[in-house]
């Protein structure tokens, strides 16, 4: 165990639904990351949160929504999302923006769109 | 443009054999080298990072990894290979420039150790 959580660990949906994805960290960090990761392709950092703020949106689509109410807590949420969206989502933390620590990594969800 | 290359998608060791995971990165300033391993159906773990200093870091799992400079590698590295090491490795760079902690990931190397 890495310390971060996530639920729901599988998820399948419909293009029409709307569902959210959850991420906790029990590191005391202030930094916190959803990256996708796709078959065959490098990990793609779609948003950054440091101290509640964010930081990063890496050109993401409008259909992904993200949210961090506290430094402990990231949502992701889903709206009318593609095939292509379906992939493994990854949520991470770090000590602090710094660039000299770490990351560690959430087990993920398994996102499938039909 | 900034990136990781991991020139091989698989690479093949008998246990009990050395094994060598390749990365080159390209970068602007001094990076910060990170390597990672994910196990199926889990998320990334972190094995060892090079922020400074010796050029040879030693991580968990009786993993090492050499900073090149000069060849721009991070080669990730076991003396004696146990099929439990079996899983997709990735090597990450953090760049010199930029505000906060953003990491450039390769595609990844998946290693086989056969009994």
């Known amino acids: 165990e890495t310390g971060v959580t996530q639920t729901p660990r599988h998820l399948v949906m419909g293009m029409t639904n709307k569902k959210s994805l959850k991420c906790e960290q029990h590191?005391?960090?202030?930094?916190m990351y959803w990256y996708k990761q796709s078959a065959k392709k490098p990990l793609e950092l779609m948003f950054v949160?440091?101290?509640?703020?964010?930081?990063e949106n890496n050109s993401v689509p409008s259909r992904f929504s993200p949210e961090c109410p506290n430094s402990s807590h990231l949502f992701l949420h889903l709206h009318t999302l593609q095939p292509e969206d379906s992939a493994l989502y990854l949520c991470?933390?770090?000590?602090?923006?710094?660039?000299?620590?770490?990351?560690?990594f959430g087990p993920g969800t398994r996102l499938t769109v039909t | 443009a900034q990136s990781v290359a991991q020139p091989e998608d698989q690479v093949n060791v008998a246990e009990g054999n050395p094994l060598t995971v390749k990365c080159t990165y390209s970068v602007s300033g001094n990076p910060y080298l990170f390597w990672y391993v994910q196990y199926p159906n889990r998320g990334l773990q972190f094995l060892l990072k090079?922020?400074?200093?010796?050029?040879l870091v030693k991580g968990s799992y009786g993993f090492e990894a050499e900073f090149n400079k000069s060849q721009t590698s991070f080669h990730l590295k076991k003396p004696s290979a146990l099929v439990s090491d079996s899983a997709l490795y990735f090597c990450?760079?953090?760049?010199?420039?930029?505000?906060?902690?953003?990491?450039?990931f390769g595609a990844g190397t998946r290693l086989a150790v056969h009994p």
């Open positions: 991470a933390s770090s000590r602090n923006r710094d660039r000299s620590y770490e990351q560690y």
């Open positions: 590191l005391g960090h202030n930094a």
């Open positions: 990450a760079v953090r760049p010199d420039s930029g505000g906060y902690n953003k990491l450039i």
């Open positions: 090079y922020i400074t200093g010796d050029n």
């Open positions: 949160y440091s101290l509640e703020e964010r930081v």
